[in-house]
């Protein structure tokens, strides 16, 4: 897991660019020439991956599904029988509140999950299995904050998955015995072509509440040409998930 999760980051930006950078000063006495168009590349490529506006039109390839109409959260009953949201990461022992908490991600998964279910009263499974190899798993540990933050009981966990494809194929192995075919899958919109390809796969019939869009105007100033570390985050995300989308195509079929 350690040696997966090196390799990882140093594939996504910015480690990428400063790699490419490390070789550019590695090569500047033996091949000057060389060298100088990788110090182009790596500079290059941090600047743009730091800028909003790449962030938005990246993400505009990816986030193909549009939004939950807020007038169909009363009727999503009629549509399916659960809802299921995917795990994203935890906090490890986070000093204010003492214990593992989840990441910024997952809490606006849950917290419209939350809503959706209020609104329709469908029942919520959270799916995500142990993150570092330690228990809780994801999955509990959404439950138990949407019990205690947002007042909603959570009616199934699945806590083994490790990655999408298992979260699709382990939450079938919790609902479908159950007669339940239909979910709403709650995830981020960049992450959601991926997730209800996977789920559909997996047996489903899926309608998508996607969260978290990156392909918005935030009429950042100066357009979104200016450098943010934040960026640099999102790029990272989508970047991964393009690769991930690729490989499910090529291994899930």
Known sequence: MPFRY?????????????????????????RPRLARALFVVGLGGVWLTSLPIVVEWSAKGIERLPPLQQDQ??????????????????????????????????????RYAARLAKASGLPILTTGG???????SEAAIMADALRDDFG??????????RTTWENATMTAAVLQPLGIKRVVVVTQAWHMPRSVWSFQKAGFDVVPAPVGFLSV?????????????????????????????????????
Request: with cysteine; hydrophobic share 45%; aromatic share 12%.
């Open 73 to 110: 959260w009363a009727t999503l009953a009629q549509r399916a029988d659960a809802i299921v949201v995917l795990g994203s990461g935890r906090e490890r022992k986070d000093p204010s509140w003492g214990t593992d908490i989840p990441t910024g991600t997952a809490l606006e998964r849950m």
């Open 6 to 30: 090196a390799i990882k980051n140093l594939l996504l930006p910015p480690g990428i660019f400063l790699l490419v950078l490390l070789c550019a000063w590695w090569l500047r006495s033996a």
């Open 152 to 161: 909603v009981t959570v009616r199934w966990q699945e806590g083994e998955s």
């Open 217 to 253: 105007d935030n009429a950042r100033p100066f357009g979104g040409w200016l450098p943010e570390s934040r960026a640099v985050w999102q790029m990272g995300q989508l970047i991964n998930e393009a690769a991930g989308w690729v490989g499910y195509r090529m291994f899930y079929r």
């Open 130 to 136: 142990l993150h570092y190899g330690e228990p809780p």
